[in-house]
């Protein structure tokens, strides 16, 4: 009788999409600063390591696609407010004009 076992290959694949689900399911309870973040510094990381071609780029890019996207996706999260400056130059959120 013949022994069917799973290749290397097909193995890895498993464990990927096993965590692609898991990833899906933790990020479905993050705030909208939390998956811009993590949306963010993912896709630096991709795109750091693909222009460097190395470790030390993708971790620089998704440092920096990490803090691009929280700020995004603070944004994102408050409908209908806008950032403004008073006379002094501070920084406040309120309503946007309509």
Do not use: W
Not at 33 to 51: C, D, H, M, P
Not at 59 to 86: E, F, H, K, L, T
């Amino acid at each position: 009788m013949m022994k069917h076992s799973m290749s290397r290959k097909g193995r890895k694949m498993r464990k990927f999409y096993l965590l692609l689900v898991l990833a899906g399911i933790a990020a479905s309870s993050c705030t909208p600063t939390e998956r811009g973040a993590g949306i963010g510094a993912a896709t630096g990381a991709v795109i750091g390591g693909a222009v460097t071609g190395d470790v030390r780029g993708a971790a620089v890019g998704a440092a920096i696609g990490g803090v691009s996207g929280a700020v995004i996706g603070n944004v994102a999260g408050r409908p209908g407010q806008c950032y403004y400056r008073d006379r002094y130059g501070r920084r406040y959120i309120a309503a946007c004009p309509r």
